[in-house]
């Protein structure tokens, strides 16, 4: 009969007491789980309409219809169209993720509004003189 070291022993233990806790923390609350769905289903939601409006007539979207007409090639164009503005996503993602961890929310977005504000000036500048 083989005996079990005092470190698988400690493992097995720990991880029932972690399968232990989660259980409870299910039964305790279990509109958690249901919450974190919902919240995240919101979150894609929002995101996906304000992108997707957005992007709308946007000079990405002329440019595409641009090198379609183009090169008569549409799914070659789609195909690197869509990696692109995935890959601009991703970075985004990252980029706001490590900007989250050193500046506070209402910060970001003053200085968002603010370059958004001073871009709509130069614009604006531009086009009246």
């Known amino acids: 009969m ?7 022993v400690k493992v097995q233990e720990d991880r029932a007491t972690a ?6 923390s299910e039964k305790e609350n279990p ?11 919101k979150i894609f939601v929002s995101t996906f309409i304000t ?14 219809l641009l090198m379609v007409a183009q090169s008569h090639a549409p799914w070659v164009v789609f195909a690197g169209a869509g990696t692109a503005l995935v890959l601009t996503s991703f970075l985004g993602v990252l980029l706001g993720q ?3 961890t ?6 970001l977005e003053r200085a968002a509004g603010s370059s958004l ?13």
Do not use: C, Y
């Not at 504000?117 to 003189?129: M, T």
């Open 19 to 24: 399968s232990s806790a989660i259980a409870t």
């Open 51 to 64: 992108i997707f409006l957005a992007e709308i007539g946007d000079k990405t979207q002329l440019t595409t």
């Open 98 to 100: 490590w900007l989250a």
């Open 117 to 129: 504000l001073l871009i709509s000036a130069l614009l604006i500048w531009e086009v009246l003189h």
């Open 2 to 8: 083989m005996t079990s070291s005092p470190t698988v």
């Open 31 to 41: 509109q958690q789980k249901h919450f974190v769905n919902s919240n995240t289903w």
């Open 102 to 107: 050193r500046i506070s929310p209402r910060t």
